[in-house]
């Protein structure tokens, strides 16, 4: 298995510009989560699906950050309009029930938004 | 509340020397419990876990960590380090339907 993918792995863009990360994770994982890290506030998890279904979002800083999951291979974080202080490493992960909860985490993107 | 707490936010440790890194958490079940690394540049690897059992659990690349219910620590070891251990390691606990909470990691750096 190819282990939970992310793209891009590194993205500059400027403030007000809309930014779209993208994950696809391990096949037959029925959860998918979104993290943050920073130096300043360490790994936060921003929100996690089940069956492609939003469980909890509590994370999410404010309203300039969604995220979808459209199918079971795909899920996207977007930042609009974003801001110098998004920036840092996004990291997706995933995880089958089945397994008790391991999460496998792919590589990470990081964002700078000058 | 869930949480977690590692104690110890850098650790320097000369190569062949024994590691210890602490974890402490807070849960009012039987935790599940989980240690990754993170090397730099790089997402976060398990090493190992504790579900329930046999409260030393063995791991990858020569670790082990201990469950102790009474001081409600789940400790990191390894007898002899080596150079490439040098990364950041993360504790974490699961809360409730696999939420993760992570420590705030214990950044390891070994000396030659």
């Known amino acids: 298995d190819a282990g939970v993918i992310q793209s891009p792995r590194h993205e500059v863009t400027e403030m007000g510009q809309e930014v779209t990360l993208r994950c696809k994770p391990i096949s037959g994982h029925d959860y998918l989560f979104w993290y943050r890290q920073t130096m300043m506030r360490g790994l936060e998890l921003l929100i996690y699906f089940n069956n492609n279904v939003p469980i909890d979002d509590s994370g999410m800083p404010e309203d300039r950050f969604s995220a979808k999951m459209p199918n079971a291979s795909f899920s996207t974080l977007k930042i609009q309009p974003s801001e110098p202080r998004d920036s840092a490493v996004y990291f997706c992960a995933s995880s089958s029930g089945d397994r008790g909860g391991e999460q496998y985490f792919g590589p990470g993107t990081r964002l700078t938004v000058t | 509340a869930q949480s977690v707490t590692q104690p110890d936010i850098h650790i320097t440790v000369s190569e062949g020397a024994s590691l210890e890194l602490r974890c402490n958490y807070s849960?009012?079940?039987?935790?599940?419990l989980f240690w990754y690394v993170q090397s730099p540049g790089q997402g976060l690897q398990l090493l190992l876990k504790?579900?329930?059992?046999?409260?030393l659990v063995q791991g990858i690349k020569g670790f082990e960590a201990e469950f102790k219910r009474s001081q409600s620590s789940f400790n990191l070891r390894k007898p002899s380090v080596h150079w490439s251990d040098a990364a950041e390691y993360f504790c974490?606990?699961?809360?409730?339907?696999?939420?993760?909470?992570f420590g705030t990691g214990t950044r390891l750096k070994v000396l030659a």
């Open positions: 504790y579900f329930s059992g046999d409260t």
């Open positions: 974490a606990v699961i809360s409730g339907t696999y939420k993760y909470i």
């Open positions: 849960y009012g079940a039987t935790p599940y």
